[in-house]
């Protein structure tokens, strides 16, 4: 029974309702600001801790590795968390710096434009992987590109070093290292990053793609998704099906398993507002 180490982000998210997107220069009215609780590295860690509690998977604890502000934000983030599961000794507070945020827009048909201010989260250094020390080949790591890039690496290198599992959610995009990104297993990329890791590195030995209402594809392995569901939100959607992936894969489910479940998170994920 693996754990479940996550290295990400965490973000209070403003969210907005519109009828369209706004092009560049327009500006457009929208409905009343929510603030909800977001941050890839929470919203997947959420998403393990709830599978990992359930029937289905026999995944051991998960930590969350991060960053917040000492704001009343941050405080009451890591308190939130904990009601969730998730195991939160290892996210750090940071005086004199705020918890980080993000600017959510979401049209009538559910699609989302997100601008993310890191704050805390770009404070994350290689000091705040010490959870990983007593990594085991059957834990899981799972990073994403909210977070310094070195830590990216870091966490990487210190998977590799003990034969446990990397997952790489290649979001938002940017560029890594050519080691790190073939070191995951799966690499998690949408159709469009998936179509520049191809453009930029050729082929990819584990790599997964999401494609929305197309489903997902892992090396020949196709899930369709959930055609039972209201699209409210898409927000988050991605992160539910990588935090599931990831308790899916530590509890010792095979790949198309992990898929199944974490397709069914990604569907009740935008049935309903907010990324958790």
């Not at 997952?167 to 080691?179: I, K, Q, T, Y």
């Not at 990104?181 to 890791?197: F, G, K, R, W, Y």
């Not at 082929?203 to 409210?232: C, E, F, K, Y």
Request: include cysteine; charged fraction near 15%; charge should be negative.
């Amino acid at each position: 029974m693996g754990r479940v180490f996550v290295v990400g982000s965490l973000n209070l998210d403003r969210a907005v309702t519109v009828s369209r997107h706004p092009a560049p220069g327009e500006t457009v009215a929208g409905g009343d600001v929510r603030t909800l609780w977001g941050g890839k590295g929470a919203n997947q860690a959420v998403a393990a801790a709830r599978v990992a509690s359930g029937k289905a998977v026999m995944a051991g604890p998960v930590y969350l590795i991060g960053r917040v502000g000492d704001d009343e934000g941050g405080l009451t983030y890591r308190r939130r968390l904990s009601e969730f599961g998730v195991v939160t000794s290892s996210v750090v507070v940071t005086p004199a710096v705020p918890t980080g945020s993000a600017i959510v827009i979401v049209n009538s048909e559910g699609e989302n434009a997100i601008v993310v201010s890191p704050g805390a989260n770009s404070t994350l250094t290689a000091s705040d992987l010490e959870p990983l020390d007593d990594l085991g080949a059957g834990d899981v790591v799972v990073v994403s590109l909210e977070v310094p890039l070195s830590i990216v690496t870091a966490a990487s290198q210190r998977a590799e070093a003990v034969g446990a599992r990397f997952l790489l959610n290649l979001s938002p995009f940017g560029p890594v290292p050519e080691d790190v990104v073939m070191s995951a297993d799966p690499l998690i990329v949408n159709e469009h990053e998936a179509a520049q890791v191809r453009a930029d590195l050729g082929s990819h030995p584990s790599m997964l793609i999401t494609r929305g209402a197309a489903g997902s594809d892992w090396n020949g392995l196709h899930v369709p998704s959930r055609r039972d569901v209201q699209v409210i939100d898409t927000t988050g959607a991605g992160d539910a099906y990588c935090g599931t992936l990831a308790a899916a894969l530590a509890g010792g489910g095979d790949a198309e398993h992990a898929m199944r479940l974490a397709t069914d998170a990604a569907a009740a994920a935008v049935s309903r507002v907010g990324a958790q």
